[in-house]
């Protein structure tokens, strides 16, 4: 079996391994939920401290011009683009996940006007379908389809405007066949819409060679902008003329500056713009992309990949009859950076194991779920890690986090 020492060998090879030094991460803690809210890097912290004090402090309104404040969404967004297969003009960093779902699909409905059905699956991240619901409710026709993965292909039908699923599982880290499922879209007539939420700086994405035509993702994730980071929008430039939003805020005009009354859409990525681009928080996730600067996806997927076979390969090894139940997929290449089990005292599980300084999180019911972030977990931490799980159900620490729970809630 593994041990220990293998995993320091590991880190002492790995290419990645000095990655880690520009992450700020506090002393004594394992970190595995970078899939929910990435470490802070220095960059970010430096390049917020900036933001705040020089641009904002010294630079005062001038620094929409001078410090190119109003330049900053599209400069966040090739950035981005280069990490998932776009070209930098055609992804733009704009306001919240679910609201770029909203503005997207709205868009996709309107390219194709003759039909009205949005195809989706259920049981994914609450918040695209929640959107979806929201946006079925004010418009009258449109029909949202809700089917289990296996029937996708039967749903997408000549009433489907568009196909919207999340390339990375959020609770298994199941991927989908993105170039697959775009051309099944494409197809049946189609748009296809693809949440990168789980993906983006996780594993090699590739909008472009997928021919998908409109996708969203978060920044706070495994792109490290902080909490509430500015998420990002895709429009394939093939498609960005005819695309419309339906939030046509003054930073999506042709000429915000002009102060006309009537709207006219900017050209390219930026009429997915609404309204005054967020600085600071658009800076951090500037300086965080920097510690994506001089590495490949490709580099980034291997790290990913070894990572999640040396915890699985650990769990099987030490965690056996224990309870814990694989919900991700074994084989690395149908899933994404993050590793999910079930057991049915998993969130007092989760809670031992943060009061031991590993940070993991739940996901009701039952799933305890482990991100690796390529950047910053070393071999070393998933071993420790496994090791605090084993002392945690030896000596059943997790008794009394549900003795706590259930005291908090009588
Ligand atoms: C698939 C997916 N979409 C969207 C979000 C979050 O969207 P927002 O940043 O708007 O809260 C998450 C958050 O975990 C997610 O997993």
Redesign the pocket.
Known sequence: MTTREDCAALDARDPLAGRRALFDLPAGVIYLDGN?LGALPHAAKARLREAAEQEWGQGLIRSWNSADWINLPARVGAKIAALIGAEADEVTAAD????N?FKLVAGALAMRPERRVIVTEPG??P??LYMLQGLAAFLPGVELRVVEPGAILAALDESVAALLL?QTH?RSGRLHDMAGLTAKAHAAGALAIW?L??SAGAIEVDLNGAKADLAVG?G??YLNGGPGAP?FAFIARRHQAAFRSPLTGWMGHAAPFEFSDAFAPANGIKRALCGTPPVLGLSALEGALTAFDGVTMAEVRAKSVALGELFIALMDARCAGLGFSLVSPRNPAERGSQLSWTHPEGYAIVQALIARGVIPDYRAPQVLRFGLTPLYVRFLDIWDAVEHLVQVMQREEWREERFKQVAAVT
């Open positions: 929910s919240s996940t679910s609201i779902v994914n991240f918040t695209d999340t959020y949440d939420s789980h978060c706070y994730k998420a």
